[in-house]
């Protein structure tokens, strides 16, 4: 039954543990899939390589189904996890500055961390200037506090929708294999269009 | 023609079969269901404590004695929810797991410590009567395992 640190079935102290043992297994698989490599991350902006919504989105529906299935095997309790609380217009703006600093950088802040291990001065550089971010963001917070004001609680998809887990997670399986063979469309035909215009140039 | 790699197929196939059945198990009801149970088992046992002529709420320090007297209030307001959400369950989640130890343990002191009738304690004809024994309560106090924290996260 878990989650087993907040069922006191394992210490608390070990949940850290494991999830820095995770953290080093996450890591370690974005760098063998290619993800220490700012072309093939900002790429994806090109729409040229997929590759990052495939690998983030499989990992999201797998999770997703995997919390599901141990929930209604009675392994989980899903109203145990911690779900961060919507804050929608801070998300929106904190979700359009990572993306802008994503394309402009080569990376996002896990694949930062990644490429900096793997020794990549610009993924360096890019983690220092995700520190001061952090600082420039933190230290006049009071500016944009309100923004954090009248937070929404957990905002979930099944309740939005009215739908059972089990319905939501069926059309979010559905919803990424139609993402993927829209990418998969959409890559061949840039790529086709590249190789045609490097032709003629 | 899109063509489909046999890993893919089959972790396709397996993600549907996991979400097809969730949804046949439908573990939201079951949840609801569960902690439905749970309430009423608490309402039984709060139940034997108050109608017990021991005073079992001694026993408990001054929170544990708050937390009793807010679930007492709340399961005199309490409906049962129709539907799963998060927040409401959440709530009810950690409701009956923080206080399931306490209730357990003032049942079960009130089990152990009920008084036998008088005619059987008084001893024929003693001058000095020996004081009762002091009723001890159950060994282990009541150590709610469940922790939650708010201040967790990514």
Redesign the interface.
Known sequence: MGPLDKLGLIPEWYGMEIAVLAGFFFGLALERAGFADPRKLVNIFYLRDFAVLRVMFTAIVTCAVGLGVLWAAGLYRMELIYILPTKLTAQIIGGFIIGVGFVVGGYCPTTSVVAAVTGRLDAVVFLLGMCLGVVGFFVPFRLWSGLYEGVQGQILVPEVLGLSWGVTLLLIVVMAACMFMVAAWVEKKINKEDVFAQASG | M?RLRKTILV??IL??A???????????Q??LRSYNARLEALKAELKVVKNSKVDAMQMLDESDRETVKSVEEFLQTYETPQT????T??D??ILV?STEPVVNYLSMAVRTALPAPKEELAPPKAAVQPPPPPVAPPASAPI?????GED???
């Open positions: 899109f972790g396709l993600l549907l996991g979400s097809v059945a969730v949804a046949l198990a439908n573990p939201e079951r949840a799963y959400r998060y927040e369950m959440r009810l989640a797991l709610p395992s469940f922790k939650i967790e996260g990514c």
